[in-house]
C-alpha cells in the first residue's frame, strides 16, 4: 500500500532576538520537520540570552531561510566598516554571546537577502512602502518600516495585493492578522510570545516567553521571572 504523501509545509517564525529556549519549544509545538521549508523573519540575534544559540541553529539546519532583520544589518554595517558593532548598548553582549562564531557567523547573515519575493509569498523583516516597486526600496526601509512617512499609516493598510506578506520588527502582545498580510513579532524577549505561522493552513502556533530578557517602554509591564 502507498502512503499519501503529506504536502509540504512553510514554517515562517517571528523575531527570536536570540531566545533559543522559546525557540526549541515553539518547533516542537509547531512540529517542524526535516520535510518542513523554515523561514525566518529577521532579528535572529541581539537583547535575549543566546544569539549565539540561534545562529548555531539557523547555520546548522538545512531547511532554514532567513531574511535580514535591523539588527543583523547594523552588524553588517559595522563590519564592512571594519569595527565591531557597538551602536546599541546590548551590541557588545551580542558579540561576547557569539565568541569565536563572531565572523563565520557574520560571512553567514551576509547571504541573507532582504526579501524572499516568491508569487505567492512575501516575506521582509518590516514593511515597505505598497506604492512603489520593491526593487526601488532600500535595506533600511525594508527592515525599519512600520509607518508610512508621509501619512503615518501603518504600511500594511495600505497593501492592497493578494499575495500574502509576512513580516516581523513590530513588536505587539498579539499578531497582525489580515487578509494578505500577517505580522509575527509577539515580543518574545519582552516578556511576550514567539509565533510562527503555518503554511498553507495559515494556521498560528505561538510559545510563551520563559521570562522577561529586555524592556520596551510601551510593552505591558510583567516582573522578571526565574530562568
Same mark, same amino acid.
Given at each position: &500500500?502507498?502512503?499519501?504523501?503529506?504536502?509540504?509545509?512553510?514554517?515562517?517564525?517571528?523575531?527570536?532576538?536570540?531566545?533559543?529556549?522559546?525557540?526549541?519549544?515553539?518547533?516542537?509545538?509547531?512540529?517542524?520537520?526535516?520535510?518542513?521549508?523554515?523561514?525566518?523573519? #529577521?532579528?535572529?540575534?541581539?537583547? #535575549?540570552?543566546?544569539?549565539?544559540?540561534?545562529?548555531?541553529?539557523? &547555520?546548522?539546519?538545512?531547511?532554514?531561510?532567513?531574511?535580514?532583520?535591523?539588527?543583523?544589518?547594523?552588524?553588517?554595517?559595522?563590519?564592512?566598516?571594519?569595527?565591531?558593532?557597538?551602536?546599541?548598548?546590548?551590541? &557588545?553582549?551580542?558579540?561576547?554571546?557569539?565568541?569565536?562564531?563572531?565572523?563565520?557567523? &557574520? +560571512?553567514?547573515?551576509?547571504?541573507?537577502?532582504?526579501?524572499? %519575493?516568491?508569487? %505567492?509569498?512575501?516575506?521582509?523583516?518590516?514593511?515597505? %512602502?505598497?506604492?512603489?516597486?520593491?526593487?526601488?526600496?532600500?535595506?533600511?526601509m525594508l527592515t525599519g518600516l512600520?509607518?508610512?512617512?508621509?501619512?503615518?499609516?501603518?504600511?500594511?493598510? +495600505?497593501?492592497?495585493?493578494?499575495?500574502?506578506?509576512?513580516?516581523?520588527?513590530?513588536?505587539?502582545?498579539?499578531?497582525?492578522?489580515?487578509?494578505?498580510?500577517?505580522?509575527?513579532?509577539? #515580543?518574545?524577549?519582552?516578556?511576550?510570545?514567539?509565533?510562527?505561522?503555518?503554511?498553507?493552513e495559515r494556521r498560528l502556533v505561538?510559545?510563551?516567553?520563559?521570562?522577561?530578557?529586555?524592556?520596551?517602554?510601551?510593552?505591558?509591564?510583567?516582573?522578571?521571572?526565574?530562568?
Amino acid at each position: &500500500m502507498r502512503h499519501k504523501r503529506v504536502p509540504r509545509r512553510t514554517v515562517v517564525i517571528g523575531d527570536i532576538h536570540g531566545c533559543s529556549a522559546e525557540l526549541r519549544e515553539l518547533l516542537r509545538a509547531a512540529r517542524v520537520g526535516r520535510e518542513d521549508r523554515v523561514i525566518c523573519v #529577521g532579528d535572529l540575534i541581539c537583547k #535575549g540570552p543566546d544569539s549565539r544559540g540561534v545562529l548555531e541553529w539557523a &547555520m546548522r539546519a538545512p531547511n532554514v531561510e532567513c531574511v535580514l532583520g535591523n539588527h543583523e544589518l547594523r552588524f553588517l554595517n559595522c563590519r564592512r566598516r571594519g569595527v565591531l558593532p557597538d551602536v546599541k548598548p546590548y551590541d &557588545m553582549e551580542t558579540v561576547r554571546q557569539l565568541g569565536e562564531l563572531y565572523e563565520p557567523a &557574520m +560571512r553567514v547573515i551576509a547571504g541573507w537577502p532582504l526579501t524572499i %519575493d516568491e508569487p %505567492d509569498l512575501l516575506v521582509v523583516h518590516a514593511g515597505f %512602502d505598497p506604492r512603489r516597486a520593491l526593487a526601488r526600496q532600500s535595506d533600511v526601509m525594508l527592515t525599519g518600516l512600520r509607518r508610512l512617512k508621509d501619512t503615518g499609516e501603518p504600511w500594511y493598510e +495600505r497593501y492592497e495585493d493578494e499575495r500574502l506578506a509576512v513580516f516581523g520588527h513590530w513588536a505587539a502582545p498579539k499578531p497582525v492578522v489580515r487578509r494578505n498580510a500577517v505580522g509575527l513579532d509577539t #515580543g518574545c524577549v519582552y516578556g511576550g510570545a514567539l509565533t510562527a505561522l503555518i503554511l498553507p493552513e495559515r494556521r498560528l502556533v505561538g510559545v510563551p516567553a520563559r521570562r522577561v530578557y529586555a524592556r520596551k517602554d510601551s510593552w505591558p509591564a510583567r516582573e522578571l521571572e526565574a530562568a
